[in-house]
């Protein structure tokens, strides 16, 4: 199984920045849809979930549209894996799949490890930096990730 970031993680995340370049205005999904050569009702489908989580919101009307909740440097890429309830996953064994050998198998804490850390750069890196072209910088690279307990 290799790694891949789905359609509406990867959507979602372009959705977000549309609306972040324009933080003060509201932008329909047709405007959007145009800009992102996506289609308005898909956008539409994607903004249940991003409203939800506090992340956009929804202006009713006929100039209505979306627009974000908060500042475009409050919403890392984490969020938006949360508001469409999607993990990252390496292995079937971290993410609680059973697996005969979960007790004694060495590569598992690595998996840990790895999910924990993409987990923690997902966390510090905002749409602000997406934009500035900064996210590289979003963490020096002398930070340590402890793995977490995942049993």
Same mark, same amino acid.
């Given at each position: 199984?290799? #790694? ?5 993680? @990867?959507?979602?995340?372009?959705? &977000?920045?549309?609306?972040?370049? !324009? ?12 800009? #992102?050569?996506? *289609? ?27 627009? &974000? ?5 409050? +919403? *890392?890429? =984490? ?7 999607? =993990?990252?996953? &390496?292995? !079937? ?24 850390? +993409?987990?923690? @750069? ?7 930096? +997406? &934009? ?13 990730? =402890?793995?977490?307990? @995942?049993?």
């Amino acid at each position: 199984m290799a #790694m891949k970031i789905n359609t509406k993680l @990867r959507y979602g995340l372009r959705m &977000l920045l549309a609306l972040a370049e !324009h933080p003060d205005k509201v932008r329909s999904t047709a405007e959007l849809g145009e800009t #992102m050569m996506v *289609s308005p009702k898909y956008l539409r489908k994607l903004a249940g979930p991003l409203e939800k989580a506090g992340l956009i919101d929804s202006v009713q009307g006929i100039y209505g549209g979306y627009r &974000l909740h908060l500042p475009a440097d409050s +919403i *890392s890429i =984490q969020m938006l894996f949360t508001a469409f309830d999607e =993990q990252i996953r &390496l292995s !079937h064994c971290v993410n609680g799949d059973t697996c005969p050998l979960f007790d004694t198998c060495y590569a598992r804490p690595l998996w840990d490890y790895l999910v924990d850390l +993409i987990e923690y @750069r997902f966390s510090a890196i905002t749409l602000q930096d +997406i &934009l500035r072209r900064t996210f590289e910088r979003s963490l020096s690279p002398e930070e340590n990730v =402890q793995p977490l307990r @995942r049993m």
